[in-house]
Each structure stands twice: as structure tokens, then as C-alpha cells.
């Protein structure tokens, strides 16, 4: 388990291809590779690898295998890469952000990055299903970083797009700084949220799921849209103006 609380960033050294896995070497921030051991686990961008060698003084070895590089953004690393990194949660360890599996959900992409003055705000593309786990001021961690929901749409057909702002010591600690709009980002939802939505939701369809046909003729008939009642209205922010409270 990890924390969400990225403890600085880490260097692609090399990377060595072999059917079906990628080995990648980082180097680690100073001080990182403190008691680490082989077998170990390390949250790198959000995606939890095992440490298969220790090749020198702070730097470790990882085997990433091909599902991992079909779901993640690991497989566009190249040499020279920067990826945010966390070790393992000890217990008794204080969660600063929310408990994450390191296990990613799916890849989401920067379609805007803004700066207004002190600030530093992504907005980020992701797609259906995983958008509707997604609430303002709820968590989601991006690169296995712990973020708060500042905004959030959802499309009628279940796309959407979610914003985070960002303070300086997140933008020192981690790689978003040199984010650019385009970029791919990996995302692990909040579980306790995808616990709930998807418990609320089977209740729903197990008990209107019967009367889903009549409820359908039933809109047609007086010109109403169900699925417009799915998705939620743009935020009335415009880049640069902060959210309403």
C-alpha cells in the first residue's frame, strides 16, 4: 500500500526490452534506496513494481510486464524520463494522502495545463467508465500522487474531464512542472468511491430494472432525455478564476 505522498522524483538510467518485459533501471532521489531491498515494492508513477536488483548506491532495477505496459504510461518511457516515486507504507505510517493500491485504473490525458498567479492547474481527459468515480473534492491519485478534485464533467455519453490545482511543494516534489497539454497520465481511483457508486448503482438497476422499458416510453413520450439526467453541467470557472466556493 502506498500513501499518495510522491518522496521526489526518479531518473530512467536504462531500459532493456525482452518478449513480453521491459527491465528499467532508475536512479533514485538521494537517500530513497535507505533499507530497500530486493523484492521490495516502490509506487513508480502511480504503478506498483517490484524491485528485482539494486545495481548500485541509489539506484534499483524493475521488471515491468506486458499488461502493465498495455494500461500504463511506463511503456512510453525513454532514457532521461522522470517518473514520481513512493515507497511502500510501513504500519503505523502517517497516510498524508489516501490509501492507494498502486494498481492502475486506466491512463487519462492533460488537456489543459494553466498558471495563474501561485498556482499551477491540470485538467484531465478521462474516459468512460472510470469518469464516474470521479466527484469535485473527492481523491484521485495522478502518477501516484494524492490530488483533490477541484472540478469535475461528465459527458452524456461518460467521458469527462477533472481539475487540480497545485501547490508549489507538489510541483518540487513530483514531475508536474514539466507537464505539457497532450501528456498521458496514469490514474488509480479512490476505492471506497468505486465501492459505493457501483453498490449504489446495482441497487438501482436490480429494483428499476424491470420498469426501465416503461420508464424509457414514458420520457419519450412527454420529450425527455433520460440520459441527460447521467452527466453533470460544465463548472461555471473560466481558466484562471478560481472555483466558486
Keep these: 500500500m502506498f500513501t499518495g505522498i510522491v518522496q521526489g522524483t526518479a531518473q530512467v538510467q536504462q531500459l532493456l526490452t525482452r518478449e513480453g518485459l521491459v527491465s528499467i533501471e532508475l536512479a533514485l532521489p538521494p537517500g530513497f534506496s535507505d533499507g530497500l531491498a530486493v523484492g521490495a515494492s516502490v509506487s513508480c508513477d502511480g504503478v506498483c513494481l517490484t524491485v528485482t536488483s539494486l545495481p548500485g548506491p541509489d539506484h534499483a ?12 504510461t511506463l511503456a512510453q518511457l525513454v532514457v532521461g524520463s ?19 493500491s498502486g ?46 478534485v477541484a472540478e ?14 497545485l501547490i508549489p511543494e507538489t510541483l518540487r ?10 501528456d498521458a497520465v496514469n490514474i488509480e481511483i479512490d476505492r471506497s468511491t468505486q465501492v459505493v457508486v457501483d453498490t449504489v ?11 426501465l422499458p416503461a420508464l ?30
Design 201 to 211: 448503482r446495482d441497487a438501482i438497476a436490480e429494483k428499476l430494472g424491470p420498469l
Design 173 to 182: 516534489m513530483t514531475g508536474f512542472a514539466s507537464k505539457a497539454a497532450g
Design 103 to 148: 494498481h492502475v485504473d486506466c491512463q487519462g490525458r492533460l488537456a489543459d495545463v494553466r498558471r495563474p498567479a501561485n498556482n499551477h492547474v491540470l485538467r484531465i481527459t478521462v474516459d468512460a467508465p472510470w469518469m464516474r468515480y470521479v466527484f469535485p473534492k473527492g481523491y484521485i491519485a495522478v502518477n501516484g500522487a494524492s490530488l483533490t
Design 152 to 165: 469535475a464533467y461528465r459527458g452524456p455519453t461518460g467521458e469527462g474531464w477533472f481539475e487540480v490545482w
Design 216 to 245: 424509457e416510453a414514458f420520457a419519450r413520450e412527454r420529450g425527455l432525455d433520460l440520459s441527460a439526467l447521467a452527466y453533470s453541467p460544465p463548472p461555471t470557472t473560466t481558466p484562471g478564476q478560481l472555483p466558486k466556493p
Design 82 to 100: 522522470q517518473l514520481n516515486v513512493e515507497r511502500a507504507a510501513k504500519d503505523g505510517a502517517e497516510i498524508g494522502g489516501h490509501p492507494l
Design 61 to 72: 532495477s524493475f521488471d515491468v510486464m506486458l499488461q502493465s505496459l498495455r494500461l500504463t
